[in-house]
């Protein structure tokens, strides 16, 4: 439902993680925009408040909180801030995540495995239970897990970083078919080459001008944690496809 003034998100409190820069810091103020309040989370605590003032001063109401998402005592202390804050959660975006190495799998350094499977994966595990707590027994809520294309088809040298979206795209089914008669739907987003800092890291010979800015992509972002999506449940989406076609669409990097 959309509000006289446009704003589909009003009402609606969305915790972002990964929400100081990229992606998630361009969900949170698309959010924000829509009239939801928000709540986002990063390790970087100066590129958190940059963009909670940031936000804020354009009119957003927006709070966030340090933490690592890959820690259990973190994923409860930002869930348990977000909650103080606002209440609840309606709205859970699963965005936060590491690059890893780009090497083959023979020679991929195990510590590197272990922590992009720990942020990646595990970090997803902890936010999500951590969240249901509030929304099951409120019988609403929407889950968005960012993944990837080497999530859906794997490729050489992408090591941990593909491995664990392709976990992220089984827990976007398991939790979804889990959650079906509960309200609450689970879908995935493969955003596909967009200008941030970890796409130039995977890229770094790329020109950045060529790619398309967080910004570009909201629509899918915004249909899903809006009412519009009620019903949608465990699909494998691609923001780019929704930039052109909206949503008659499901199923890069
Ligand atoms: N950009 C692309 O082309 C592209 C393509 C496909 C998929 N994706 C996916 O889109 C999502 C966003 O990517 P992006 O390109 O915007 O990445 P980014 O620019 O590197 O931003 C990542 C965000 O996650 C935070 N973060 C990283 N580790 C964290 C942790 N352990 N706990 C809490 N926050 C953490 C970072 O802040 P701190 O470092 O301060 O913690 C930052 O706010 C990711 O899931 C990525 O895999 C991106």
Redesign the pocket.
């Known amino acids: 439902m959309t509000s006289e003034d446009g704003k589909k998100l009003t009402g609606k409190v969305a915790l972002i993680?990964?929400?100081?820069?990229?992606?998630?810091?361009a969900i949170a103020s698309a959010y924000a925009r829509h009239g939801a309040r928000v709540f986002i989370?990063?390790?970087?605590e100066n590129?958190?408040a940059r963009t909670v003032n940031e936000i804020r001063g354009a009119g957003g109401q927006i709070a966030g909180l340090e933490?690592?998402?890959?820690k259990a005592e973190d994923a409860q202390r930002i869930v348990g801030a977000a909650v103080e804050r606002y209440g609840t959660v309606h709205v859970l975006v699963n965005?936060?995540?590491?690059l890893g190495s780009r090497v083959a799998i023979a020679d991929y350094p195990i510590s590197d495995w272990e922590e992009v499977m720990r942020?990646n994966l595990t970090?997803v595990f902890l936010l999500t239970q951590q969240v249901l707590q509030v929304m099951i027994p409120q019988r609403q809520g929407s889950i968005i897990n960012?993944?990837?294309?080497v999530g859906r088809t794997g490729k050489a040298r992408w090591g941990a970083?593909a491995c664990s979206?392709a976990g992220l795209e089984g827990f976007t089914q398991v939790l979804a078919d889990e959650l079906k008669d509960c309200g609450i739907r689970v879908n995935s987003v493969?955003?596909?080459?967009?200008r941030?800092?970890?796409?130039a890291q995977a890229y770094p010979d790329e020109d950045p001008l060529a790619l398309p800015v967080?910004e570009e992509i909201m629509p899918i972002f915004i249909y899903l944690a809006s009412d519009e999506s009620v019903g949608v449940t465990g699909k494998a989406l691609e923001a780019r496809e929704w930039m052109k076609r909206g949503p008659s669409t499901s199923s890069?990097?």
């Open positions: 993680t990964g929400g100081s820069r990229g992606i998630g810091k989370c990063a390790r970087g590129d958190l933490g690592d998402v890959g965005n936060a995540s590491l942020v970090g960012v993944s990837s294309g970083y979206k493969n955003p596909a080459a967009t941030t800092g970890m796409r967080p890069g990097w």
